[in-house]
Every structure is written in structure tokens, then in C-alpha cells.
């Protein structure tokens, strides 16, 4: 089973955003694994909540110009 695990910060993508991730993704995965694996395919999106991550001792909040309008 095709299993794929998506960080990205809150709020940044909207629910269609999100499923259309979904969708492209699942069916880059049949491209290479054939149509057997949609059925079995997950892919997660987990949101980070603000000052949940960081690099390079920064800690990200994300702007509020690029928070998802849904």
C-alpha cells in the first residue's frame, strides 16, 4: 500500500486545494505501481500549527498573505 505523509503549515491550502493533492498525487502513484494501488493509496495532509517547525533556529509563522481563502 502507497502511503504518503504531507506537512505543510495551517491554513495555507484550502480543502479543494488539499483534495486535488490528493487526487494528482494518487494518480502519479498508479503510474507507477498500476491502477491496482488506488484502492490502497493514502495520502495524509498534516497541518503544522504556527511555531510548530522552524530551520536554521528560526522559528516559521506563516504570513497571513499566503493563508489559503477558502
Known sequence: MPFVNIK???GALSRLQKEEIVHRTTD???EY???AARPH???L???VPDGGYGRADEIFVIPE????RD
Do not use: G, N
Request: proline share 5%; aromatic share 10%; charged share 25%.
Open 8 to 10: 505543510t503549515p495551517e
Open 28 to 30: 502519479m502513484l498508479v
Open 33 to 35: 505501481f498500476s491502477e
Open 41 to 43: 493509496t493514502m495520502v
Open 45 to 47: 495532509i498534516e497541518e
Open 65 to 68: 498573505a499566503y493563508r489559503a
